[in-house]
């Protein structure tokens, strides 16, 4: 199944949007991820990871105020395709609440096991 590559979507509480701007693709959330969300930002994602567009793919996490598990196994899951794919994976702008849950969880440890990048703001 092909994924649009150039979209803006608003599902649930949050908005995912595919920023070209840059050299490498960055995938900006806000809002909220949670079990209503997650689905399209994984969908989102593997649509970008499948389409091999470089050798990284940023997810701007600047703007989400809330996640839950599932938002978590949702980057988790992406950082495992990513990984397969030789495509580097780097979490910006990750504060507030979603940065204590990382810390907690110590997820910079994991992304940097897989030679991937969490930036914490």
């Known amino acids: 199944m092909k994924h649009s590559l150039d979209t803006?979507?608003?599902?649930?509480d949050a908005t995912v949007r595919i920023d070209r701007s840059n050299v490498e693709p960055t995938v900006v959330v806000t809002g909220c991820m949670t079990v209503d969300s997650s689905p399209h930002l994984r969908s989102v994602l593997f649509g970008l990871l499948d389409n091999n567009l470089g050798r990284l793919l940023v997810?701007?996490?600047?703007g989400v105020s809330h996640i839950d598990i599932s938002g978590f196994a949702t980057l988790l899951e992406a950082l495992s395709s990513a990984h397969e794919h030789s495509i580097r994976l780097r979490l910006a702008g990750v504060n507030g609440q979603p940065r204590k849950l990382a810390e907690f969880a110590q997820l910079d440890e994991i992304f940097r096991a897989l030679?991937?990048?969490?930036?914490?703001?």
């Open 59 to 62: 997810i701007d996490l600047s």
């Open 115 to 121: 030679e991937s990048e969490m930036e914490f703001s």
């Open 8 to 12: 803006t979507a608003r599902v649930g």
